[in-house]
T-cell receptor, first 114, second 116 residues
C-alpha cells in the first residue's frame, strides 16, 4: 500500500532564506507526483507536477525534484517571502484510468517570518 | 473560467439533520472528485466520477454518505443523517483528462461543515 510522508510537519524560517520541503513515498511505481499549496480557509492549488519519467520541474522560485528509486521528492523554494507562508502538500498518483487516485501526504506548514 | 464552485461555503447543522453539499466543476472537465479534510486524517478521497459515472466510491465512509452527478456541470454530496464526526472541510475538485500524465486537479474553495 502506497504511503506518503512529509517531514517536517511545520517549518518556520526568516524571509529571504532558501528552504527545502521533503516528501517520501513507499512504492516507486508511481505515475506522477505533484506539489500543492493550501492557504488557510482555501482550496488547494497545484504548483508543480513531475511525471514519473522526469527528474525535476521548475516554476519561478520553485523547483521540485523526483527520485523514484529512493522514493523521495523535494520542493526547493528560493529566496522565501512572507507570501510563501502556506501548507504544502505532495501527492502521488498511482496510475491512469481506473486507478486514478492521488495519495496525499499530511503536509508541511510553512511560516516565513518578515 | 470561474474555477470549481462549491456551495455553501459554511454549513452548521445539528446531529441527525440531512446535509447537501454542491459542486459545479470547471466546464469541459471529465473527472470530478469529492474529498474530506480533517486535522486527524488529512485529505481523504471519498468518491470520484468520470463522465458523470461513479468510478470509485471506496472512500465513502458509510451508507450515510451518498454522491450523485446528474449532469456534467453539477454534483452533490449528501449526508443523512449527519453526525458530529462528519465535521470537516469537504472539497470538490475537477480534472480535464486524467489519462494524461500531465493532468492535475483543480480544487474548489471547500465547504466547512460543522455538525453539533
Amino acid at each position: 500500500k502506497q504511503e506518503v510522508t512529509q517531514i517536517p510537519a511545520a517549518l518556520s524560517v526568516p524571509e529571504g532564506e532558501n528552504l527545502v520541503l521533503n516528501c517520501s513515498f513507499t512504492d516507486s511505481a508511481i505515475y506522477n507526483l505533484q506539489w500543492f499549496r493550501q492557504d488557510p480557509g482555501k482550496g488547494l492549488t497545484s504548483l508543480l507536477l513531475i511525471q514519473s519519467s522526469q527528474r525535476e520541474q521548475t516554476s519561478g522560485r520553485l523547483n521540485a525534484s523526483l527520485d523514484k528509486s529512493s522514493g523521495r521528492s523535494t520542493l526547493y523554494i528560493a529566496a522565501s517571502q512572507p507570501g510563501d507562508s502556506a501548507t504544502y502538500l505532495c501527492a502521488v498518483r498511482l496510475g491512469r484510468d481506473s486507478n486514478y487516485q492521488l495519495i496525499w501526504g499530511a503536509g508541511t506548514k510553512l511560516i516565513i517570518k518578515p | 473560467d470561474a474555477g470549481v464552485i462549491q456551495s455553501p461555503r459554511h454549513e452548521v447543522t445539528e446531529m441527525g439533520q440531512e446535509v447537501t453539499l454542491r459542486c459545479k466543476p470547471i466546464s469541459g472537465h471529465d473527472y470530478l472528485f469529492w474529498y474530506r479534510q480533517t486535522m486527524m486524517r488529512g485529505l481523504e478521497l471519498l468518491i470520484y466520477f468520470n463522465n458523470n459515472v461513479p468510478i470509485d466510491d471506496s472512500g465513502m465512509p458509510e451508507d450515510r454518505f451518498s454522491a450523485k452527478m446528474p449532469n456534467a456541470s453539477f454534483s452533490t454530496l449528501k449526508i443523512q443523517p449527519s453526525e458530529p464526526r462528519d465535521s470537516a472541510v469537504y472539497f470538490c475538485a475537477s480534472s480535464e483528462l486524467a489519462g494524461a500524465s500531465t493532468d492535475t486537479q483543480y480544487f474548489g474553495p471547500g465547504t466547512r461543515l460543522t455538525v453539533l
